[in-house]
């Protein structure tokens, strides 16, 4: 990550232990690729960014390592994209690749603004060294999904677990104001399977029990930038939707070793339903992870977002979700246990 096609290659052929060169590598994977970045999706939140700095006149420029012809193939697949961004500069475009600053100082002289007054969003080690050496501050949001990995950003000036979590006004621009009963519309996801067993201490240690999924319902999503607090949807075979308030992480406070997604619903049940068919649609961001000093205030904040949960999943877009009908299709039955 950051790094030009052949230094890339490279790596990969160390790594592997592969008996090809560089240059043969990229020839037979360019082909595999293409064929793939036409379904790229968008980070979560990276098109309400850009589309908030766009209509506030702000420039924006990519500055990425790869041949300008693969970035113009990835940016002509996303809406509008060709446009928001006029100025591209590509590895392939200046002498020294990332970490040297050549690329991001190449493309703040194209925007015309002076290095010291930009702001680099990046997801690569290699690129937050460069934009440092550029003189620019950078915000990092770690593609890199571990939490071991989290050194190697150590001279971003923030790090953030997901663009949902940049707020503008921090960095000097007009601050966003979209959020809807204090959760932020995000594109739905959809998660489903059998409630398996958790961590155990939902309900003992914190009053808030959480229904946990096999980590196959996610694993899709957990890849991708998504940690923090989310609002959505959750329906039971056979007992109803009802709202949900959920975490996605290392829990810092208990500190895991896995990431998991761990939902509360937000009704009391008279029982356990380990083994029944759990149906998830989030919708909304609420806040990224924290750490607490106190159990006490864990739960405290659990329980705000609880009653966050309630009152936006009651407005609009929120509130059409309940009535998808993913939350209470059955399975087939060539798939149900019994
Ligand atoms: P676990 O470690 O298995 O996740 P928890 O203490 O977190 O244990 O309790 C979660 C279990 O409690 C769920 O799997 C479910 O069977 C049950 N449960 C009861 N009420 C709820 C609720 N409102 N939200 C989530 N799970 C609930
Ligand atoms: N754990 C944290 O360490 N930090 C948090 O900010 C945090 N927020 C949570 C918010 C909600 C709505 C829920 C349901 C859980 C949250 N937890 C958080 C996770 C909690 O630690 C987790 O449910 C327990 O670890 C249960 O296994
Ligand atoms: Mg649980």
Redesign the pocket.
């Known amino acids: 990550m950051g790094k030009r096609p052949l230094e890339a290659a490279a790596a990969v052929i160390q790594d592997y232990g592969l008996a090809c060169t560089p240059l043969e590598l990229n020839l037979e994977v360019l082909e595999l690729l293409q064929e793939r970045w036409k379904n790229a999706r968008t980070l979560p939140g990276a098109v309400r960014l850009i589309k908030h700095f766009y209509s506030h006149g702000i420039p924006m420029a990519i500055a990425s390592s790869s041949p300008a012809r693969n970035i113009k193939i990835k940016l002509c697949h996303q809406e509008g994209w060709t446009e928001y961004f006029p100025v591209v500069v590509a590895g392939d475009m200046v002498e020294n690749g990332k970490p040297a600053p050549d690329i991001f100082l190449e493309a703040a002289s194209r925007l015309n603004v002076e290095p010291i007054k930009c702001l680099v969003i990046e997801d690569a080690p290699a690129g937050v060294l460069a934009a440092k050496a550029a003189g620019m501050q950078v915000v990092a949001v770690p593609s890199i999904p571990s939490k071991d990995a989290r050194p190697q950003y150590s001279s971003a000036d923030v790090i953030y677990s997901s663009l949902l979590d940049f707020q503008p006004e921090v960095w000097g621009f007009p601050s966003l104001n979209d959020r809807i009963g204090g959760a932020i519309p995000i594109e739905p996801w959809y998660m489903g399977g059998p409630?398996i067993?958790?961590?155990?201490?939902?309900?003992?240690l914190l009053g808030t029990?959480?229904?946990?999924l096999p980590t196959s319902a996610f694993s899709n999503h957990l890849a991708s930038h998504v940690c923090g607090i989310y609002i959505g949807w959750a329906g039971l075979a056979n007992r109803g939707v009802y709202k949900m308030v959920m975490s996605v992480g290392w829990n810092p406070y208990f500190d895991n070793k896995e990431k998991a997604v761990e939902?509360?619903?937000?009704?009391?049940?008279s029982e356990?339903?380990?083994g029944e068919e759990l149906r998830l649609i989030v919708v909304g961001y609420v806040r990224p992870e924290a750490n607490f000093t106190t159990l006490e205030d864990l739960v405290e904040r659990i329980h705000e977002d609880g009653r966050v949960a309630k009152a936006a999943l009651d407005m609009n877009p929120f509130s059409d979700y309940a009535e998808d009908s993913y939350l209470t299709t059955p399975l087939p039955v060539s798939m149900s246990s019994n």
Not at 209 to 212: C, D, I, L, V
Not at 263 to 269: A, G, M, R, T, V
């Open positions: 409630v067993k958790g961590f155990g201490r939902g309900s003992k029990p959480t229904a946990n939902p509360w619903i937000l009704h009391d049940f356990d339903f380990y």
